[in-house]
């Protein structure tokens, strides 16, 4: 079993949508999780960063975390053909010193004008 | 504008050729890091580094060295390419302190025949 699980997609959806994306773990250890987006041949770029549990909101994108699941997903309010891209779930245990940051295998997502 | 550069895009190479990946960052970043990205398998960490001259192994260094003689230069070298090492090749850094927040490079699409 993976530490961390992603459905591949790929997930269409029509312009306008809300986009639901979701990642389940197995390591309880893991207290901040990150979703980074990486656009077809580019290199991720992070997108949301959130620690331990709740949610946190950045425009059309809600971050949420559920570690008693260990089940994270992110929102996409008002989805837009700019925002079709692959979305990679990360998460590790800790922020200093350094623990391997573990990413999910991507969710290839396609907002349909 | 933060950014993390990569030598190549495209590399086709020979099974046996000795392969060398630059990555230059311009954030003044302690820690650089060499993933592969692979279908299926998501991004999947070779070598990191948090100072110069320091590095650590990561899941899949078999194969693999790295170099680091500068703090804003990470090199991935192939000692002796193979095709199984065909891959997307990504360089990231970050902060020290803040493993999580990492920026990638565009990557680097290396053929091995």
């Known amino acids: 079993q993976k530490e961390v699980e992603q459905d591949p997609g790929p997930l269409s959806v029509p312009e306008g949508a809300i986009v639901s994306l979701n990642c389940t773990y197995s390591n309880s250890a893991f207290q901040y999780f990150m979703w980074y987006r990486q656009y077809s041949r580019k290199g991720p770029e992070l997108l949301m960063y959130t620690y331990s549990s709740g949610n946190k909101e950045d425009g059309r994108f809600t971050a949420q975390v559920d570690k008693s699941s260990k089940y994270i997903s992110l929102f996409i309010r008002d989805s837009q053909p700019s925002d079709s891209a692959t979305y990679l779930c990360a998460m590790s245990p800790n922020s200093g010193g350094y623990q391997k940051v573990t990413f999910g295998t991507g969710t290839k997502l396609q907002v349909i004008p | 504008d933060v950014k993390v550069t990569q030598s190549s895009r495209y590399l086709v190479k020979r099974t046996g050729e000795k392969v060398f990946l630059e990555c230059v960052q311009d954030?003044?970043?302690?820690?650089m890091f060499w993933y592969r990205q692979d279908p299926g398998l998501g991004l999947r960490l070779i070598y990191f580094?948090?100072?110069?001259?320091?590095?650590e192994k990561g899941d899949i260094p078999e194969g693999y060295s790295v170099s680091r003689e500068k703090k804003e230069r990470f090199s991935l070298i192939l000692e002796s390419a193979s095709t199984n090492q065909t891959s997307m090749y990504l360089c990231a850094s970050s902060f020290y302190g803040n493993h999580n927040e990492q920026f990638f490079g565009p990557g680097t699409r290396l053929t091995v025949l």
């Open positions: 954030m003044d970043h302690e820690n």
């Open positions: 580094s948090y100072d110069v001259k320091m590095k």
